[in-house]
């Protein structure tokens, strides 16, 4: 998982859990630039650097894990609640509006219909300058879920058998 590379479709490949040194690395050694790099983004996440660039080289960002598969509360986290209380939208509703104006790519994982709707109800509102700014002071700078640097993990993640 860290650091994959797939062809998308004919001259497109899309990437997952590049780091900008191994991003420019596979640009300048190939002739092909990644349309996409799915990396994990949500609010206690963010990658406002890595996200500056990617644009720099004409890489769109995606999020994977937009709500941070619910770790640190993310649904109970008093900012997202009140922001949410202001629009009369949920948490979830929020996150994706905060990352769609970002011109982040957001495509959350649900098995529930409802969910399903609720996620693509985003585009009836818009957050406010200040609220953007507000969600920017939950950003830890850090992965909630896992280091992608680390050796171990790489490993362990690399040779995992996958479900098919």
């Given amino acids: ?13 899309g990437v997952s859990n590049f780091y900008p040194d191994r991003l420019i690395d ?5 002739e ?7 990396i994990e983004t949500h609010p206690f996440y963010q990658q406002i650097e890595t996200q500056k660039f990617l644009q720099e080289n004409k890489v769109q960002i995606e999020s994977w894990g ?11 986290n008093e900012l997202l609640l ?18 769609t104006q970002r011109g982040v790519v957001a495509i959350p994982k ?15 509102f818009e957050l406010s300058l200040e ?3 507000a969600i920017i ?5 850090k992965s909630s879920l896992f280091d992608h640097r680390d050796p171990d993990m790489v490993k362990m993640l690399g040779t995992a058998k996958r479900n098919t």
């Fill in 66 to 76: 937009p709500f941070a598969e619910g770790k640190n509360n993310i649904f109970s």
């Fill in 131 to 133: 609220d953007m700014n």
């Fill in 26 to 30: 596979l640009i300048i050694h190939n």
């Fill in 1 to 13: 998982m860290a650091g994959n590379a797939r062809v998308v479709s004919r001259g497109l490949i």
């Fill in 32 to 38: 092909v630039v990644p349309a996409v790099n799915q």
């Fill in 82 to 99: 009140s922001i949410a209380g202001k629009y009369q939208k949920t948490v979830a509703q929020v996150i994706l509006r905060w990352l």
């Fill in 110 to 124: 649900s098995v529930r219909t409802e969910r399903m709707v609720e996620n693509f109800n985003i585009f009836d």
């Fill in 137 to 141: 002071s939950l950003d830890t700078k």
